[in-house]
């Protein structure tokens, strides 16, 4: 294998291709970054103990998360502004998504428009329809809302990500520091059409509740995932007003600071919900291990959102097809060890709290 042989790696070779502005962007989390870190060092606090001699079988990372069968328990989480990493932008992730045969989070903020993102996604198959789902902040302005819902749909989105955890935007002190808080002249996002496609225009309201999740469960039939929650009592109004799974998530640390890890909350929201709807997680997923982890806390899947980006900066969609195929060797490896074949199959008692640390 040439080049970088690990998602570490291939952060280390895209973050020495950025500048600092874009670099911090993309790296950066809320005021101290304690959850950044958190995120990731938490993986490594839980260990795996495994099951011998199962005779399990060769592992098939497949799974099925909201009736789609995708080849591996990893989705890309939405993340803003593919052009900062690549010029190709969101069109090389949708095609090495589409690829890779995974669902694409695309974001509502991303640099290219839903159609064409769909668009590119197609022409890597001409079988099946690529999964994408869509990425929203739910707008006071419902119907600017519902537009954007409407245009996702007839895009062939299959489902619908709402943010719940930004009520207000986190504090990114190395964007202050950058001066970064626009996107440079020649950039925009067309999904913003109505809002001239300029970023300011977006409004994030503490104003948004409940209400509006159930105005979008009359708006539309799509599934809808609720993204941001940390809390267990969260998970169950989720279900209760009609979603139809889970995400659990920080935001990759860069809303809330000093939250807990989103795989420390895993299992209290995978036993709040009881089964009544699918839990995804995200934040800090670098390895197959942690994949292996978060499958057996209770997730259906992850998501991952800074590997991606940073595939992308490091070699356009070859590196984000990179970081996937790098993720799906790693997980088909971790189950293997673990006496595992199937990723559905993985229970709980494989994660222990590491005591001799
Ligand atoms: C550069 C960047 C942009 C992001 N943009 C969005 C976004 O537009 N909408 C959203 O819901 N989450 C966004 N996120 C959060 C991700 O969806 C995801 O929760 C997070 O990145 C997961 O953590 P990880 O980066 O450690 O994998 C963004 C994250 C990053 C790093
Ligand atoms: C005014 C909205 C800015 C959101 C930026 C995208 C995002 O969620 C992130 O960078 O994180």
């Not at 060769?58 to 593919?82: I, K, N, Q, W, Y």
């Not at 089964?275 to 997730?299: E, I």
Request: hydrophobic share 45%.
């Amino acid at each position: 294998m040439t080049g970088p042989v690990n998602l570490r790696e291939v952060e280390q070779a895209a973050r020495a291709l950025l500048d600092r502005v874009r670099d911090d962007y993309f790296a950066g989390g809320a005021q101290d970054e304690v959850t950044v870190r958190g995120n990731e060092s938490a993986f490594a606090r839980l260990a795996l103990l495994p099951r011998v001699l199962t005779g399990a079988g060769d592992p098939s990372p497949e799974v099925t998360v909201l009736g789609e069968r995708v080849s591996m328990p990893v989705l890309l989480a939405p993340t803003a502004f593919h052009e900062l990493a690549h010029p190709e932008g969101e069109r090389a992730t949708a095609r090495a998504a589409a690829a890779a045969g995974t669902i694409l989070i695309s974001a509502m903020l991303s640099t290219v428009a839903i159609e064409d993102i769909a668009a590119e996604a197609r022409k890597v198959s001409s079988e099946h329809e690529p999964p994408i789902w869509f990425q929203l902040y739910l707008q006071p302005d419902l119907g600017f809302t519902e537009a954007i819902v409407r245009r996702a749909e007839a895009a062939g989105c299959r489902a619908l990500v709402v943010t719940a955890d930004s009520p207000a935007l986190g504090r990114h002190e190395r964007n202050d520091r950058n001066d970064f808080h626009d996107l440079p002249p020649g950039m925009n996002c067309p999904n913003l059409r109505e809002q001239a496609g300029e970023v300011r225009n977006v409004v994030l309201s503490p104003e948004i509740s409940w209400r509006h999740l159930e105005w979008l469960r009359e708006t539309t039939s799509l599934p809808i995932l609720v993204k941001g929650v940390l809390h267990p009592d969260d998970a169950r109004l989720a279900a209760d007003h009609g979603a139809d799974g889970v995400i659990v998530s920080n935001h990759g640390g860069r809303q809330l600071d000093t939250t807990p890890p989103s795989i420390r909350l895993l299992p209290r929201i995978a036993d709040a919900v009881e089964g009544r709807v699918p839990v995804l997680l995200d934040g800090g997923v670098r390895r197959g291990t942690d994949v292996v982890k978060a499958l057996a806390l209770g997730a259906r899947a992850v998501a991952i959102g800074r590997p991606v980006v940073w595939g992308l900066a490091y070699d356009g969609e070859a590196g984000v097809t990179k970081v996937l195929d790098l993720l799906r060797r790693e997980i088909v490896n971790a189950l293997a060890l673990c006496g595992y074949a199937d990723p559905a199959a993985v229970r709980r008692d494989l994660v222990e709290e590491v005591s001799w640390r």
